[in-house]
């Protein structure tokens, strides 16, 4: 999954297997460059909410 976030360039959802929260995959660029992929960890009542938020968090850590 963390592959597939960097190479689209999308936020994706992680797997979660039962479990009480959300995981999301997001890609951390720098302009055009790829540096990684960021993985965010929600509760289960916020689904990622706003992936603006999530957008802002990777720019920050990048």
Known sequence: MAGRACQY???LPGASA???AGH???PL???AERLGVL???TTADDD????GDLIQLAAVVA
Not at 48 to 51: E, K, L, M, Q, T
Request: aromatic share 6%.
């Open 9 to 11: 360039g999308q936020i």
């Open 29 to 31: 660029l720098d302009g």
């Open 24 to 26: 999301w995959r997001v």
């Open 39 to 41: 993985r965010i960890t």
């Open 48 to 51: 990622a909410g706003d992936a």
């Open 18 to 20: 039962g479990q009480e």
